[in-house]
């Protein structure tokens, strides 16, 4: 690799590296050390092709969701199956990881500039901005920009928009999944709401079981299925359909609290 070989958002690559390193080190005790993470399914991963993977997930913080991602996913590509023991896995990191993130979210301090460099594909929200609510038109460079993640290599992003629960999934990854065709492989985090504050940049709560489950790749028709198909099957695979609301009753909340004491190291 050339010293200022860059890839196709004008990043240069040794640069990336090393600041994925250093934050790499610098997050690890995040989940081996104030938390353990527990990880499932993390053995498809080297399976995968090298690039048009697209990876769906429920979103609980701002930054540590996708940080806990690159770790799992290159511990994975080291040989470490459900495992981020030993941070050497650092050491020679995938550089073609990228996440999709709100502009105005990267843009809001040093540290989310330096993250967005990591591998941020910034997009302007339809939906939101500044706090308020608004309606605007999908921007199409955004959706070119995600589709040249997609050729390059991974991409995360987090249907719903938004780190509150069970909230509708935006139509427009469903889109990209139509138009792109890529490999689509769901995860499912959980815990991370509780260790940390939003931004995921400040631990709230040491000793919180936080989980990240990485499913089978969906099997998706990507001539016939409709944009609402795809939706449904985006909301069961990250499990945020509403089918999975229910009332819990006191005896399994009970249940529910006595496992989680016993998770706790």
Same mark, same amino acid.
């Given at each position: 690799?050339?010293? $200022?070989?860059?890839?196709? $958002?004008?990043? &240069?690559? $040794?640069?990336?590296?090393?600041?994925?390193?250093?934050?790499?080190?610098l997050t690890h005790r995040r989940?081996?050390?104030? /938390?353990? @993470?527990?990880?499932?399914?993390?053995?498809?991963?080297?399976?995968?092709?090298?690039?048009?993977?697209?990876?769906?997930?429920?979103?609980?913080?701002?930054?540590?969701? !996708?940080?806990?991602?690159?770790?799992? $996913?290159?511990?994975?590509?080291?040989?470490?199956?459900?495992?981020?023991? +030993?941070?050497?896995?650092?050491? /020679?990191?995938?550089? +073609?990881?990228?996440?999709?993130?709100?502009?105005?979210?990267?843009?809001?301090?040093?540290?989310?500039?330096?993250?967005?460099?990591?591998?941020? !594909?910034?997009?302007?929200?339809? %939906?939101?901005?500044?706090?308020?609510?608004? +309606?605007?038109?999908?921007?199409?460079?955004?959706?070119? /920009?995600?589709? *040249?993640?997609? +050729?390059?290599? %991974?991409?995360?992003?987090?249907?719903?928009?938004?780190?509150?629960?069970?909230?509708?999934?935006? *139509?427009?990854?469903? =889109? &990209?999944?139509?138009?792109?065709?890529?490999?689509? !492989?769901?995860? !499912?985090?959980?815990g991370f709401r509780r260790s940390?504050?939003?931004?995921?940049?400040?631990?709230?709560?040491?000793? &919180?079981?936080?989980?990240?489950?990485?499913?089978?790749? @969906?099997?998706?028709?990507?001539? /016939?299925?409709?944009?609402?198909?795809?939706?449904?099957?985006?909301?069961?695979? &990250?499990?945020? =359909?509403?089918?999975?609301?229910?009332?819990?009753?006191?005896?399994?909340?009970?249940?529910?609290?006595?496992?989680?004491?016993?998770?706790?190291?």
């Amino acid at each position: 690799m050339g010293l $200022f070989k860059k890839n196709p $958002f004008g990043h &240069i690559l $040794f640069v990336k590296k090393w600041l994925i390193r250093i934050l790499g080190l610098l997050t690890h005790r995040r989940f081996r050390g104030f /938390n353990e @993470l527990q990880i499932d399914g993390s053995e498809i991963i080297p399976d995968l092709p090298e690039t048009k993977v697209l990876f769906i997930s429920n979103h609980q913080t701002y930054f540590a969701d !996708v940080v806990a991602m690159f770790h799992v $996913f290159n511990a994975s590509l080291s040989g470490r199956v459900d495992s981020i023991k +030993n941070v050497g896995y650092l050491w /020679n990191p995938k550089l +073609n990881i990228y996440y999709v993130a709100a502009k105005e979210t990267m843009k809001s301090g040093l540290l989310p500039k330096i993250l967005a460099y990591v591998g941020s !594909v910034s997009i302007e929200r339809t %939906w939101r901005a500044e706090g308020k609510d608004v +309606n605007r038109q999908v921007k199409m460079s955004d959706i070119s /920009n995600i589709g *040249k993640a997609l +050729n390059d290599g %991974w991409v995360i992003t987090f249907p719903q928009g938004t780190t509150t629960p069970f909230k509708p999934i935006r *139509k427009g990854t469903a =889109h &990209i999944i139509k138009r792109y065709k890529p490999i689509v !492989v769901p995860i !499912v985090i959980d815990g991370f709401r509780r260790s940390f504050d939003k931004k995921g940049l400040r631990v709230k709560k040491k000793n &919180i079981l936080q989980s990240i489950e990485i499913k089978e790749p @969906l099997d998706i028709d990507y001539e /016939n299925e409709t944009i609402d198909e795809i939706v449904e099957k985006i909301e069961y695979a &990250i499990e945020q =359909h509403p089918s999975f609301l229910k009332v819990i009753s006191q005896e399994e909340l009970l249940a529910e609290e006595e496992l989680n004491k016993q998770r706790e190291w």
